[in-house]
């Protein structure tokens, strides 16, 4: 069964602190990517990769990073997070085929910044 | 990214079927129409896409209209486990692997 998981389902950072938020794909996909998830606005790329050492940004890129150094994490960091980025952070892989390239999206952290 | 509009709301009864509407006027030739859903606290997952030609799988059908301008998600039996958020994302070779969602339609499965 394809899996994608997440570091955790729930974390409770404070304003200031830098949180690491991981994400492991058992399905050998080339590509990864982060969203958040806020109410009235959907579903936001933050960030994506479609190789190891790669990234490019996505829409609202501002205020994180990312790191891939293995084809199967991906690590979306926040050097100092704020309370606006209290949000559903959501972690999604796919195989690099236009068409019939469904992602596969792990179950999402909740983070909450004080 | 060509735009999706779906209702903003539906309601079904249990075991009826669901037809879930997507316009996509401005929908360009190699488009493809997918559609995910999002069970409650979890993330989304993939139902099925299309391009041009009706679409059938295990969980749902998908109707393409000649025009490709709209879209439905047919969901033949609904039951309360399909109570979700469904979205209709349009996949262009120019986005590459990106997924743009919208609100979406949130359906309600009454027993």
Known sequence: ??????????????????????????????????????????????????????KEKGDIPEGYSVSREKKERFSLILESASTNQTSMYLCASNADRVGTDTQYFGPGTRLTVL | DAKTTQPNSMESNEEEPVHLPCNHSTISGTDYIHWYRQLPSQGPEYVIHGLTSNVNNRMASLAIAEDRKSSTL????????????????????ASGSRLTFGEGTQLTVNP
């Not at chain 1, 998981?5 to 794909?25: A, H, I, P």
Request: aromatic share 14%; with cysteine; hydrophobic share 40%.
């Open chain 1, 1 to 54: 069964d394809v899996k994608v998981t997440q570091s955790s389902r729930y974390l409770v950072k404070r304003t200031g602190e830098k949180v690491f938020l991981e994400c492991v794909q058992d399905m050998d996909h080339e590509n990864m990517f982060w969203y958040r998830q806020d109410p009235g606005l959907g579903l936001r790329l933050i960030y994506f990769s479609y190789d190891v050492k790669m």
């Open chain 2, 74 to 93: 047919i969901l033949h039996r609904a039951t309360l486990r399909d109570a979700a958020v469904y979205y209709c994302i349009l996949r262009s070779r």
